[in-house]
């Protein structure tokens, strides 16, 4: 089975960019998180949705930041415009509706360098 | 956001040799969860607890749910190079849907 893909897996840009990193859940998995891991502040739950809703999106540092998912298959994190600060590892995971209990299945991660 | 403390931070140990590694918090969980995440990937669950005192093995690696459901253990033995990787708790609350607290994570080197 094809677990959650992200893409892309590194991008380079410079400040004041547009980035915007996708993600696709596995198939029949009604909840998508995007996290964010750096080394400073460790895991951070960004904004995650339940049947392409956004539930909550406390975790999304401010308005240069924007999340869809327009529909089951597809999720999108945007930053812009982008700053150095925003270099960071975003992941992607999915849960099926029962795994109501934090087992989570992760993608690979975007790396986001900023410059 | 709220962290759990996770120690130690990192841990250099020879193969062969056992690793313990806990997590605590100040607040309660209904759940415990181990995950692994090793260079260049993203995080894979090892173990999930569901009760408290509860103790799970998965095949090398044994967890610990704590009696007072603010903490949590995990024990690998024989450690072996592809052990090699960080290592995170997470705790999640009952009515909060899949949304988890990661620990700050233990980076586990093993020398040959």
């Known amino acids: 089975d094809a677990g959650v893909i992200q893409s892309p897996r590194h991008e380079v840009t410079e400040m004041g960019q547009e980035v915007t990193l996708r993600c696709k859940p596995i198939?029949?998995?009604?909840?998508l998180f995007w996290y964010r891991q750096t080394m400073m502040r460790g895991l951070e739950l960004l904004i995650y949705?339940?049947?392409?809703?956004?539930?909550?999106d406390s975790g999304m540092p401010e308005d240069r930041f924007s999340a869809k998912m327009p529909n089951a298959s597809f999720s999108t994190l945007k930053i812009q415009p982008s700053e150095p600060r925003d270099s960071a590892v975003y992941f992607c995971?999915?849960?099926?509706?029962?795994?109501?209990?934090?087992?989570?299945?992760f993608g690979e991660g975007s790396r986001l360098t900023v410059l | 956001g709220q962290q759990l403390n996770q120690s130690p931070q990192s841990m250099f140990i020879q193969e062969g040799e056992d690793v313990s590694m806990n997590c605590t918090s100040s607040?309660?969980?209904?759940?415990w969860l181990w995950y692994k995440q090793d260079p260049g990937e993203g995080p894979v669950l090892l173990i999930a607890?569901?009760?408290?005192?509860e103790l799970t093995s998965n095949g090398r690696l044994t967890a610990q749910f704590g009696i007072t459901r603010k903490d949590s253990f995990l024990n690998i033995s024989a450690s072996i190079p592809s052990d090699v990787g960080i290592y995170f708790c997470?705790?999640?609350?009952?009515?909060?849907?899949?949304?988890?607290?990661f620990g700050t994570g233990t980076r586990l080197q093993v020398t040959l």
């Open positions: 995971a999915s849960t099926p509706v029962r795994g109501v209990t934090g087992e989570l299945f």
């Open positions: 198939s029949g998995h009604d909840y």
């Open positions: 949705f339940n049947n392409n809703v956004p539930i909550d």
């Open positions: 607040s309660i969980f209904n759940t």
């Open positions: 607890l569901y009760k408290a005192g």
């Open positions: 997470a705790g999640h609350r009952a009515g909060t849907a899949s949304k988890l607290t």
